[in-house]
């Protein structure tokens, strides 16, 4: 296994923490309250499980696709910036579950794991590429769910 792959492999174990952090400390109810995302804990089960599957693709590609594997670090990084640290300063210090981890795990791991890649422009856009992807696409499905009666079965 390489630097990168073994880098890979503790930034799943951090984003399993971080799961943990936002489960304990009610990730659903902060996003309702602070994000106006009407997303429920099945949506934030199913997310997390899949991120989980999507790191361990991301060590196992790693050597053959490290733009695409550093996706994941990519979407640690953006989720830890957009999705806890931005909420948290633009909410004048109110707590966002998840900050902990994004913090003291995400960047420093993150960064790291990019650094470890053989890096080129197009591996580093790649990269930060996927992962705003893999960060946007539960979102988006969760808002068109919510504002179109379409993709509703329920209703």
Same mark, same amino acid.
């Not at 952090?21 to 899949?50: G, S």
């Not at 900050?99 to 591996?123: D, M, N, R």
């Not at 590429?129 to 068109?144: R, S």
């Given at each position: ?30 996003? *309702? ?6 997303? *429920? ?13 999507? /790191? $361990? ?16 670090? /990519?979407?640690? @990084? ?13 909410? *004048? ?6 900050? +902990? ?10 960064? $790291? ?8 422009? $197009? ?7 996927? /992962?705003?992807?893999? @960060?946007?696409?539960? +979102? /988006? ?12 079965? $329920? *209703?």
């Amino acid at each position: 296994m390489s630097y990168l792959q073994t880098l890979l492999c503790a930034c799943v174990a951090a984003y399993g923490l971080h799961v943990v952090e936002e489960f304990v400390f009610d990730w659903q109810c902060w996003a *309702r309250q602070v994000l106006h995302l009407p997303a *429920r804990w099945e949506d934030f089960y199913v997310t997390n499980c899949l991120v989980i599957v999507i /790191g $361990a693709v991301a060590v196992a590609i790693a050597p053959v696709w490290p733009g695409v594997a550093l996706g994941f670090p /990519g979407l640690m @990084l953006i989720n830890g910036a957009f999705m806890h640290v931005l909420p948290f300063l633009l909410g *004048r210090g109110k707590f966002s579950p998840g900050l +902990i981890t994004s913090v003291l795990l995400f960047f420093p791991l993150g960064i $790291a794991t990019i650094k470890a890649a053989p890096l080129t422009p $197009a591996v580093l856009v790649t990269g930060f590429v996927v /992962g705003a992807v893999l @960060l946007a696409t539960p +979102i /988006g499905f969760i808002v068109l769910k919510h504002k179109f009666s379409y993709f509703d079965q $329920a *209703r």
